[in-house]
């Protein structure tokens, strides 16, 4: 591992996860621009070879759905760890626990919030099946479900409770450099 000066590792991944509508496409974008490594975003990975999340749910279900999103994160994961790359995963991927395994090789940050910084975002939901009737609810549920799980696989949490996608991209920055300079520290 060659920790540099960015706070990224070449060969080791940076994973985003978090809730529906945190920011972990946007957020993730920006920081690969910022870190110039490879940006991945999963559920796009899946659009492009499957066709929409919404038609995979509607014609194949969720469980297929997880079955592709498992196969493509760890490819995406896989790649990244050689790259460096940044990948966002899409909100639900961390249930899958060969995906829980992989991210043990990976930096992961948890882009922390709360329902109030999704609400206008997920009123205006397009394209996310598991939102479907009373998005809020549905999102408060799924949010409180795996909630722990993202706490479990942190190395990193963000809250992006407030800032901007430039200014939370630039936390995230500082994260990885801290957590960079602090496992340099214990290894010493
Ligand atoms: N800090 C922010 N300030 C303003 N808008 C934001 C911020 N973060 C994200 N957004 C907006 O919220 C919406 C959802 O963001 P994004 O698609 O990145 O979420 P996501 O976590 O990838 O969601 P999903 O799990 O559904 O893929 C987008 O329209 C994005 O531009
Ligand atoms: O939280 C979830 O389970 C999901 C989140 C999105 O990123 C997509 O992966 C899909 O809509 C499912
Ligand atoms: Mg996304």
Not at 20 to 29: P, Q, R, Y
Not at 62 to 70: G, Q, S, T, V, Y
Not at 79 to 102: E, K, M, R
Not at 130 to 154: H, K, Q
Request: hydrophobic fraction near 45%; aromatic fraction near 4%.
């Amino acid at each position: 591992m060659i920790p540099n000066t960015s706070g990224a590792s070449a060969g080791r991944a940076i994973a985003l996860v978090g809730p529906m509508a945190v920011g972990k496409s946007v957020i993730g974008h920006q920081l690969s621009q910022q870190l110039g490594v490879p940006f991945v975003d999963t559920d796009a990975v899946i659009v492009e070879h499957h066709g929409t999340i919404a038609d995979i749910f509607a014609g194949r279900g969720e469980h297929a759905f997880r079955e592709i999103e498992a196969r493509t994160v760890a490819r995406a994961i896989e790649a990244a760890n050689i790259s460096g790359a940044v990948v966002s995963l899409g909100g639900g991927a961390v249930l899958d626990s060969g995906t829980q395994q992989l991210l043990g090789d990976c930096t992961v940050v948890y882009l922390e919030c709360d329902a109030g910084t999704v609400a206008e975002r997920i009123a205006r939901n397009t394209g996310r099946p598991l939102l479907a009737g009373d998005a809020m609810a549905r999102w408060e549920t799924l949010f409180a479900a795996r909630r722990p799980v993202y706490e479990r696989l942190a190395d990193i949490v963000i809250d992006v409770r407030t800032g901007t996608v430039a200014e939370i991209a630039l936390d995230v920055e500082e994260g990885l450099r801290e957590y960079a300079a602090l496992k340099e520290e214990v290894q010493k």
